[in-house]
């Protein structure tokens, strides 16, 4: 079994390490996108999207970064909809990994931190992933010792349904899952503080509750 099955790694500075440790110990995490190599390939999704908004076309009829930085907006309106604590990250994942269609793709990716300790955490975060067309998210059960990949579409690995063990939290080391970006090796970044919609100001609030409305009504099966 690949080393990828033992043990999720990642570079973090230690600034990274100490605040996101911090919330793992205190409470269940996730790390998740709607970033995807080509946002308009549905081949590996289990249902199509009917959310407008969500429905990216094709790459090359549109602008890829565009296209994903637009999905994650509705990721993290949903997520803050729900009360989650929420922070971005920077780093890269292994798309259609231990595949030969596997490749790199640079992602910006959202920690969540079940701050309320919602019992429907992990469910509601793999109808998210599964409407984005995710190959899965990783989800980490509340203090750190366990840590999964979830699938959430039909690529080989870990595939749909499926779970796969990545162990205890481990920072400083090297592996397949958020580690480079372009050929160089360099630490995740970690957004400074959560957000929070109680935190957010009341503009903020009303944009979160608009654009959260129509995808949250989707995932529930409205």
């Not at 076309?57 to 949903?78: D, G, T, V, W, Y």
């Not at 920072?171 to 580690?179: I, L, P, S, Y």
Request: proline share 3%.
């Amino acid at each position: 079994m690949k080393k990828i099955l033992n043990e999720w790694n990642s570079f973090l500075n230690e600034s990274s390490i100490s605040r996101s440790y911090e919330h793992m110990l205190n409470h269940d995490t996730a790390f998740i996108t709607a970033f995807r190599d080509d946002p308009g390939d549905p081949t590996k999704c289990r249902k199509p999207s009917r959310l407008k908004k969500t429905q990216v076309p094709a790459a090359k009829q549109r602008n890829k970064i565009r296209s994903n930085k637009e999905r994650n907006m509705f990721l993290k309106a949903a997520l803050l909809e729900k009360g989650y604590g929420v922070t971005d990250v920077d780093g890269t994942y292994v798309e259609d990994f231990g595949t030969d269609a596997a490749k790199e793709v640079k992602e910006d990716s959202f920690f969540v931190v079940n701050l309320n300790d919602d019992p429907s955490f992990k469910s509601f975060l793999t109808g998210l992933s599964e409407h984005f067309c995710q190959d899965s998210f990783l989800y980490v059960d509340r203090g750190g010792e366990n840590s999964v990949l979830v699938g959430t579409n039909n690529s080989e690995f870990p595939g749909f349904g499926n779970e796969a063990s990545m162990g205890s939290f481990v920072g400083g080391k090297e592996g397949e899952f958020m580690t480079r970006v372009g050929k160089s090796k360099r630490p995740i970044k970690f957004a400074e503080g959560l957000d929070t919609k109680t935190k957010s100001q009341n503009n903020t609030k009303f944009l979160i509750s608009k654009f959260s409305k129509e995808l949250l009504k989707e995932i529930k099966g409205g």
